[in-house]
């Protein structure tokens, strides 16, 4: 870190070097030492930029030294430099013509959490799941070797939780088939937001616990060119014996690629060194592996258990996090105490994940049935059907992720789940809006793939009290699939029931009677549909307002009372045309609801993708705040927004 210990923003380090650096071409007349001075300032930089903006710190202060050392050493843009995931971008961002915007990170308007090819020219290919990078990557080295301008060199950083999902080999395995000059840098920091899982986690660690051995294969690497010729492939065979006893296999070399490594992926004497040598040597698919350590250079990073892999706003002094006071607990902690008191009297639940214990809750799940919660690593497809074997088998899986994560598995759900009618139970994180992540982690279309599944059972939380009922509910579903989706943040801060309670299946629930008009929501947007309707009531207009709790099946005997009843139905929902409203739009017009004159409204997100911003601010661009409500109201009834209230 540079000579000031505490920046702040009244108080920014001091970065002579950086200063100086505008694109990465600035690096590249730099002497390795200037090259460490700049990356200790950019380290600086990147914590002082995080403490204002919150975001992704953890990843990317391990990165500091490889950002550095690869933009010195490759000609970015004309190289193509793919970050896996993107979180880990923000000292790049820096690096490439962004400084001066990096503390609006994540923010309406702002740079982008992850790789952005709008963003930025240095930004080749966007990224905000993992284990894409290699595949893209090769597509770029592929598209060279075809003839495509202004494509040189391809460098991939992928991360060692990353390299856990299947995506990440099929990609190569097929680079190593077509022995395509590629370069995969292998960001091994054994720390990815969770503890790495399986066989490959134990192979890196392997591999790098006989550091001994490092001297040893290059010593008999050394000793073989010295023999006679007759002599060296014998030789050569005893070397290749002599690693693979060593390191336990040579997985990666069996696939196509030239292994280098492990480096100190913090030494940039030897990173910058091996990255030269490996540039004008390489002729086909190289992999080096660099061993990094996430949170590098700031102690409270280093400290933390997830090694401040995503933090809000903090001070830098101390590492304490800003946290706003509620009254409210989280849609994620009352799922996770919901699940875990099921499990008290239901032998039969598990749970699993894909490589989110903390974020879906399932941490606290493990402390309690630790023989009961799989993490499975990046693997959303093979943790559908895992989950899909532990329902056949007679268990009662709960299979909890992130909407955007689940998007990976749904071939899994349709053919492995949905087909053969498996009771595997999907607690859908984060359905909505989320906020400073952006369209990447937005759930927006887990309502219109799951409910168009045949004798699929699709709910969603209208707060924190539903939640609890709908875990009880999807518990005691044990003869089809079902799934309720609940959103990120805290609740409503209603009144908690003591326990769950199973809901009738495909039954709503009205809320408040009304006439004229009816509202009904499927999921957190009916708190916004009661404030629309309280806002109404001074005009004259009291809205019906009701809750569907269920997608599919739908409730056909609330949904035709409410358009009998009512002139003008609208529904709401936090997701994309095609889901609830449509299949409700679908059931009045095969009942000829429609003949009658009844005027249907849907609301749902927009035909775009919603950039990051505040979860209010996004909603509010979706058109689905209380007062979007209220206005729709009105323009189904024919009134103006302050026109008069019809008789």
């Not at 495909?506 to 509202?519: F, N, P, Q, T, W």
Request: some cysteine; glycine content about 10%; proline content about 6%.
């Amino acid at each position: 870190m540079p000579d000031q210990p505490n920046p702040s923003p009244e108080n920014p380090p001091r970065t002579p070097l950086l200063d100086r650096i505008e694109r990465p071409a600035d690096l590249r007349g730099l002497s390795i030492p200037e090259l460490a001075r700049a990356a200790e300032e950019l380290r600086a930089e990147t914590i002082s930029a995080v403490s204002t903006t919150g975001g992704h710190l953890g990843a990317g202060l391990g990165v500091v030294e490889l950002s550095v050392a690869i933009h010195a050493v490759f000609d970015t843009p004309r190289d193509k430099l793919i970050w896996d995931v993107g979180h880990q971008c923000y000292p790049h961002k820096i690096l490439t013509g962004r400084r001066d915007r990096i503390r609006t990170l994540r923010a309406g308007g702002g740079l982008s959490g992850f790789t952005k090819r709008a963003e930025s020219v240095y930004d080749p290919f966007g990224a905000a799941h993992s284990s894409t990078s290699i595949s893209a990557g090769l597509g770029f080295a592929v598209a060279r070797d075809l003839g495509a301008k202004d494509v040189g060199d391809v460098v991939c950083v992928i991360g060692d939780g990353s390299m856990s999902a299947g995506m990440a080999y099929e990609a190569m395995n097929n680079a190593g088939h077509l022995k395509t000059r590629l370069f995969v840098i292998l960001n091994d920091n054994e720390m990815s937001i969770a503890p790495p899982v399986g066989a490959m986690s134990s192979y890196l660690s392997r591999l790098y616990a006989g550091e001994p051995f490092q001297d040893l294969y290059a010593a008999a690497k050394s000793a073989v060119n010295l023999l006679p010729g007759p002599l060296r492939e014998g030789a050569k065979r005893a070397r290749d014996l002599v690693k693979s006893a060593a390191v336990g296999g040579r997985l990666f070399e069996d696939l196509g690629f030239s292994y280098v490594g492990p480096i100190d992926g913090h030494d940039m004497e030897q990173l910058v060194s091996i990255l030269r040598v490996a540039k004008a040597r390489a002729h086909g698919p190289v992999l080096i592996h660099a061993l990094t350590r996430k949170g590098k250079g700031y102690a409270p990073a280093e400290r933390s258990a997830d090694k401040y892999h995503g933090v809000s706003k903090f001070d830098v002094a101390t590492g304490a996090q800003a946290k706003a006071p509620s009254n409210a607990p989280s849609y994620t902690r009352v799922f996770a105490d919901s699940l875990i008191r099921q499990a008290q009297h239901d032998e039969k639940i598990v749970a699993v994940t894909a490589a989110m214990p903390d974020g879906t809750g399932l941490n606290l799940f493990a402390e309690r049935f630790p023989d009961r919660c799989f993490d499975v690593g990046i693997a959303e497809q093979h943790g559908v059907t895992f989950c899909a074997g532990l329902a056949a088998a007679g268990m009662k899986p709960f299979c909890a992720l992130y909407s955007t994560f689940l998007q990976r598995g749904y071939d899994q759900v349709v053919h492995d789940v949905a087909i053969q009618r498996l009771p595997v139970r999907f607690a859908i994180d984060r359905a909505g809006l989320v906020g400073a992540d952006g369209p990447t982690h937005a759930g927006a279309f887990d309502i219109a793939f799951l409910a168009n599944l045949p004798d699929f059972v699709v709910m969603a939380a209208a707060d924190e009290a539903e939640l609890v009922h709908m875990v009880a509910t999807a518990t005691a579903i044990d003869d089809r699939p079902s799934a309720f989706r609940f959103p990120r943040g805290e609740g409503e801060g209603v009144d908690m029931p003591e326990r769950g309670e199973v809901l009738p299946i495909g039954k709503g629930r009205v809320l408040r009677e009304g006439a004229g008009v009816a509202i009904l929501s499927f999921g957190a947007r009916l708190h916004e549909a009661l404030r629309a309707a309280e806002a109404l009531a001074p005009r004259g207009i009291r809205p019906t307002v009701a809750d569907a709790r269920f997608a599919k099946p739908l409730d056909r005997e609330l949904i035709l009372s409410l358009a009998a009843r009512h002139d003008a139905l609208i529904t709401i929902e936090e997701g994309a045309v095609g889901g609830f409203g449509s299949h409700v739009a679908q059931l009045l017009a095969e009942e000829g609801v429609f003949d009658g004159g009844l005027r249907f409204r849907s609301m749902v997100f927009p035909d775009t993708f919603i950039d990051q911003d505040s979860p209010a601010r996004m909603y509010a661009a979706a058109g689905m705040s209380a007062e979007h409500i209220e206005a729709k109201v009105l323009e189904v009834l024919g009134l103006a927004r302050f026109g008069a209230v019809r008789a």
